[in-house]
T-cell receptor, first 115, second 109 residues
Framework: DAGVIQSPRHEVTEMGQEVTLRCKPI?????LFWYRQTMMRGLELLIY????????DSGMPEDRFSAKMPNASFSTLKIQPSEPRDSAVYFC?????????????FGEGSWLTVV | DAKTTQPTSMDCAEGRAANLPCNHS???????VYWYRQIHSQGPQYIIH???NNETNEMASLIITEDRKSSTLILPHATLRDTAVYYC??????????FGTGTRLTVIP
């Protein structure tokens, strides 16, 4: 079975440019999560969706970040304008169900470098 | 969600069992214990989870104490490919996983 699919895997962009990261969750999953990982802060949740609706976006750093989930099989995380401090690995993850025992599966990440 | 405490790092000889401890003394009745690992440059990989009973799968065993305040992840025969950061997480509901700093396991040849 295909896991969580993210694109691009690697992106290098100049400060001020718009960056769009994409995610395809596992088919049938109804929750989707965007995480960011840096050396300083570790893995932290940015936003999560349930049934395509944003439930908790308290981790989104600032207005430059936005996330959408137009349908159950696709989500985007956009940074506009990008800054060097946004350089990180961005992980998308998905799960099915509402209970504590539902397992969250991660993609391989998008490595973003802003120069 | 309850906090967890793990040792910063551990070594294990190749072929031996790796026992990774985790304390979660404030865990509540509806919180599950999850273990993930992250191998360098890869996404976090699900290993195993449990609520009250011990669990075993093809990757590992999870031993949860009767009072549920601590648990141990056991990799029965560690290989070099098991070198990774291992995260113990307690979770309730469909929400987020709160990742701490984990245990950096190094398997030594």
């Amino acid at each position: 079975d295909a896991g969580v699919i993210q694109s691009p895997r690697h992106e290098v962009t100049e400060m001020g440019q718009e960056v769009t990261l994409r995610c395809k969750p596992i088919s049938g999953h109804n929750s989707l999560f965007w995480y960011r990982q840096t050396m300083m802060r570790g893995l932290e949740l940015l936003i999560y969706f349930n049934n395509n609706v944003p439930i908790d976006d308290s981790g989104m750093p600032e207005d430059r970040f936005s996330a959408k989930m137009p349908n159950a099989s696709f989500s985007t995380l956009k940074i506009q304008p990008s800054e060097p401090r946004d350089s990180a690995v961005y992980f998308c993850a998905s799960s099915f169900g509402e209970l504590g025992g539902n397992t969250i599966y991660f993609g391989e990440g998008s490595w973003l470098t802003v120069v | 969600d309850a906090k967890t405490t793990q040792p910063t790092s551990m070594d294990c000889a190749e072929g031996r069992a790796a026992n990774l401890p985790c304390n979660h003394s404030t865990i509540s009745g509806n919180e599950y214990v999850y273990w993930y690992r992250q191998i360098h440059s890869q996404g976090p990989q699900y290993i195993i989870h449990g609520l009250k009973n011990n669990e075993t799968n093809e990757m590992a065993s999870l031993i949860i104490t009767e009072d549920r305040k601590s648990s141990t992840l056991i990799l029965p025969h560690a290989t070099l490919r098991d070198t990774a950061v291992y995260y113990c997480i307690v979770k309730s509901g469909a929400n987020n996983l709160f990742f701490g700093t984990g245990t950096r396991l190094t398997v030594i040849p």
